[in-house]
């Protein structure tokens, strides 16, 4: 059976891992991977993610199953986390799930159920995973223009015009914040444009957030996705906590339905525990113990956002750290980055360029040229000013 199998393509993103793992240069970068890293290189656990760890250890009492859903105070969190203070928040259902990558799953898989017929759009370029994911579930995937590679902003004009031709059987993907790869995020009255479009056609709305607080800060970062859940009848939600609570190999997600009634929303909350039963069954338990224990806790709450805040301000400073470090060897080409938000930038970089970066400086980048503003460290900012200078005169 599996000698039939073709050789299965390396992953553009976890492979270069690999490679830089078995790099001896003493200044290699990891520019690839998507974590935070600290100055010292690493990506720590938060402290409120560890006084939380100690208090689900001190009282748990067993390791049964948490049931299809997952933690139901988990879910309601989420919820009051992403839709507090909006008419969403009472018209909506949550299901716990593997990452925010499960999430995406399950909704496709949903949506496949709800309508075979689907077409689900894409920003042009998007997450590596959106393509793969949707296809797998076997909807049709269709990429809209976001990206103008000379300004490397987001080109609302040339979006909103693609997007009105999208109708009641197409799904627009949004990323919530801090996009990925490019770093370009649309604008609050884009969020409005897109969710006039959305009533007025009847496509459906997709917001995948996966770095909540990372851009603008934490309630700036979620306004977009709360004008539009709020004005929408309809419209699903993935979400993170990998980045904001630092809980990368915990696997903590959750996908979100939002309906016009709470009882539609919970029908299709019902789908979707069907849809995981015949997958992964039931989401692990730890890091969404660990999320529900500080959301449900004001004095972790409080110790999380001022961590997530710091984080936030650290990328800020090292965009406007590395752009100062380019100018400053005389250079204004990539002045774009420090108005890019989040963890990304896509450079601009040709594919031969990023293969010098890794061959002649150890820095390890994707193909694309997206590198992970979030995996610096402030000693080296000049370093790879003079790195990003060199390759591209």
């Not at 990891?30 to 760890?53: F, R």
């Not at 988990?74 to 499960?102: I, Y």
């Amino acid at each position: 059976m599996f000698k039939q199998l073709t050789q299965a393509q390396l992953d553009p993103i976890l492979s270069l891992s690999i490679a830089y793992r078995a790099d001896d240069r003493e200044d290699k970068m990891d520019l690839g991977i998507g974590v935070y890293k600290n100055s010292q290189g690493e990506t720590p656990i938060m402290q409120a993610v560890q006084q939380a760890q100690q208090q689900v250890l001190a009282t748990q009492t067993t390791k049964s199953y948490v049931g299809l859903a997952g933690s139901e105070v988990f879910n309601q969190s989420m919820m009051d986390l992403l839709l507090g203070g909006t008419s969403a928040h009472s018209r909506a259902a949550a299901v716990q799930t593997p990452g925010a990558s499960g999430a995406l799953r399950m909704l496709a898989d949903l949506m496949r159920l709800a309508q075979p017929d689907t077409t689900v759009w894409l920003t042009n370029p998007s997450y590596v995973n959106h393509k793969p994911v949707m296809e797998a579930a076997g909807l049709t995937v269709k990429y809209y223009p976001y990206f103008d590679h000379a300004t490397k902003q987001v080109n609302s004009d040339a979006m909103l015009a693609e997007l009105a031709k999208a109708g009641p059987k197409d799904v627009v993907l949004l990323h919530g914040c801090c996009h990925n790869p490019t770093g370009a995020d649309i604008s609050f009255t884009d969020w409005q444009a897109v969710t006039a479009l959305a009533n007025n056609n009847g496509f459906l709305p997709f917001v995948d957030i996966a770095y909540l607080g990372f851009g603008d800060g934490l309630e700036q970062d979620g306004a977009g996705l709360k004008y539009m859940a709020d004005n929408v009848e309809e419209m699903i939600v993935a979400a993170s906590c990998s980045k904001n609570f630092g809980l990368y190999r915990e696997r903590t997600g959750a996908a979100i339905v939002i309906s016009d009634s709470l009882p539609e929303a919970q029908k299709a909350k019902g789908r979707i525990l069907q849809l995981a039963r015949a997958s992964y069954t039931m989401p692990p338990d730890h890091g969404a113990a660990l999320v529900a224990t500080i959301l449900t806790d004001d004095a972790l709450t409080a110790t999380w956002k001022q961590e997530l805040d710091q984080m936030h301000k650290r990328l800020l400073s090292l965009r406007s750290g590395l752009t100062k470090a380019v100018r400053a060897q005389g250079s204004d080409a990539f002045n774009f980055i420090e108005q890019h938000k989040g963890m990304f930038s896509v450079t601009g970089l040709s594919s031969e360029q990023i293969e010098r970066l890794r061959a002649e400086y150890g820095i390890y980048a994707v193909g694309d040229g997206r590198i992970n503003i979030a995996g610096l460290q402030e000693q080296q900012l000049d370093y790879l000013a003079n790195a990003l200078i060199t390759v591209t005169k």
